[in-house]
């Protein structure tokens, strides 16, 4: 019973410190997932605000330059009608207009060469193929030899009376602009925050490493695979390419091609609870070894205890000359036997023996002789005893 009652408190406290444990565990992992989907919603919503003020100027532009109205205007007029609100978009890179053979017709920056042909741009394709008047998100490109200086291009179809193809209107951004309102964050050690369009082109990242660069293409990422499938949500998985184990908190920005990532090391989440674990863990250990060791100690204690009465209690039944069952005993045994005898109406049998001439041995011999002599004769005759109920007890000198 003791050592089940030991065995069932340790059992008992380590489910509950491991029911606890546990319990923090998840509390600290929702606490990481909740903080870093906030921040992903606030880079989704800015993102989006974003695009949709290039988005804006651009149908400005191409519907004054579609409607013609601008048309019997002087050069500088046109000029500043056409891009009076672009030095109010943030990080703005330029804007310019292409015509159907991809000519330039007009920039927001002076001096851009006319005699470009950019129809083997991918923008300049895509809306020659489509029909459409979408606005399209390039790929990031670098503007100079700088690492870190990357734009990218947000485009409009322009159409005619008759959805014929006319041009493109053009917006550049600067890609530092996401990087400066992110500055300040901390996504601790090997995490980051990313934001990655759906063909897998990398747009953006906080803080940049070596590890990837702008322009990267991700597509075949397992983990990016998930972005495209579930669009939002949560997970936990190896990193393939850094190599570490990673909260990933990710949302596509509503119908644009862009999804917001923001990536944190498990090990930097889970840091503080894993050592408050192996405090409270260590502290549980001890505690539940010292039971077990209190409990050992008590069990050979009352082992002692139990040999010591069991030997009380031979002594106590035994006699100490003869080595046999001493007067008390066979009181006890013969009630015992005749009561058995008397419900199976089975014979009982005693057998009184007596040493003949005991007193002329002792007398001539001596005591210590004499007590031999006894213990030699009730070694005969205990050896002889077959069944288990069976006793030999000294009867006289008890």
Known sequence: MLVGATALSVLTILSIVSYLLVREYRNTAQEATRAAMNIVQLIDRDVRNTVTLYDSALVRVTNLLQSGALTPLPPQT??????????????????????????????????????????????????????????????????????NDWSIRFSRRMSGPD???????????????????????????????????????????????????????????????????????????????????????????????????????????????QHTALLIGATTLILCLGMIWLTWLLLRELRLRQHAERDLAGLASTDPLSGLANRRTLDDKLDHEWRRAQRAGNPISLIMIDVDHFKAFNDTYGHQAGDEALRRVAHVIKAHLRRPADLAARYGGG
């Not at 550049?172 to 980051?192: A, C, E, P, W």
């Not at 747009?203 to 490493?209: A, I």
């Not at 990193?239 to 091609?257: A, I, K, W």
């Open 78 to 147: 046109r000029h500043l009608l056409l891009f009076d609100r672009t030095s109010e978009l943030p990080s703005c890179d330029g804007f310019f207009v292409v015509d159907a053979s991809g000519k330039l017709i007009t920039s927001s920056r002076p001096g851009q060469p006319t005699d470009l042909n950019l129809t083997e741009q991918p923008w300049f394709k895509v809306h020659q193929a489509m029909t459409n008047e979408e606005v399209f998100i390039s790929n990031p490109f670098q503007t100079s030899r700088a690492p």
């Open 163 to 273: 959805g014929e193809f006319r041009g493109v209107a053009v917006a550049q951004m600067k890609l530092s602009y996401f990087t400066s309102l992110l500055r300040g964050l901390d996504v601790g050690i090997h995490g980051n925050i990313s934001l990655v369009s759906t063909d897998g082109t990398l747009l953006m990242q906080y803080p940049q490493t070596e590890v990837i660069r702008i322009g990267q293409n991700v597509s075949q990422a397992p983990n990016f695979i998930r972005f495209l499938n579930e669009r939002y949500g949560s997970f936990i998985a190896m990193s393939g390419l850094y190599h570490v184990e990673r909260l990933y908190n990710f949302s596509q920005v509503r119908d644009l091609p862009m999804i917001v990532v923001v990536a944190l090391s498990t090990r930097t989440i889970f840091s503080n609870w």
